[in-house]
C-alpha cells in the first residue's frame, strides 16, 4: 500500500481572493470553512477523490524567495493557448523565471504571485 497526495496547503494573505481564482481555475468549488482565515477547495464530487483538495491557511508572513514546490495543470477540455487566456483572464499573470524560450509550458503566476505552470494538454494513458 502506498500513500497519495490528499491536500495541498498554500499560505496567503487573502484565501478568499485565491479561493474564487483556483475554484475557476480547477473547476473546484469551496469545500469548508475552519474558523477565519482557512478554506478548504476541492473537486465537486467532495472529499477523497483522486484529485487533492486545496487549504488556503491566510497568513501575514511574507513570502520570500520562489517556492520550491508550486502547482503544474494542464487543460481538459481545449488547447494550451485557449486554456492560457482562459487563466489570464482569471487574473493569472505571465512570470519569467528564466525559462527558454522553446519551453513547451507557460509559467504564470496567481492573484498573490505564486508560481505555477500551464502545461500542454496530456492525454490519459492507454
Not at 478554506?39 to 517556492?67: K, Y
Request: glycine share 8%.
Amino acid at each position: 500500500m502506498a500513500c497519495r497526495i490528499s491536500e495541498l496547503v498554500l499560505k496567503c494573505r487573502e484565501p478568499e481572493v485565491l479561493a474564487r481564482f483556483w475554484c475557476e481555475v480547477l473547476d473546484f468549488v469551496v469545500l469548508d470553512r475552519e474558523g477565519e482565515g482557512c478554506i478548504e477547495i476541492g473537486p465537486r464530487e467532495g472529499f477523497g477523490g483522486p484529485q487533492p483538495t486545496i487549504f488556503l491557511i491566510r497568513t501575514d508572513e511574507p513570502t520570500i524567495g520562489h517556492a520550491r514546490l508550486h502547482i503544474d495543470v494542464n487543460a481538459t477540455d481545449r488547447d494550451q493557448d485557449a486554456e492560457l487566456e482562459r487563466l489570464l483572464g482569471l487574473g493569472a499573470e505571465l512570470v519569467d523565471i528564466g525559462q527558454p524560450v522553446e519551453a513547451s509550458w507557460h509559467v504564470l503566476a496567481d492573484p498573490e504571485g505564486n508560481e505555477f505552470c500551464l502545461l500542454k494538454r496530456r492525454l490519459d494513458p492507454v
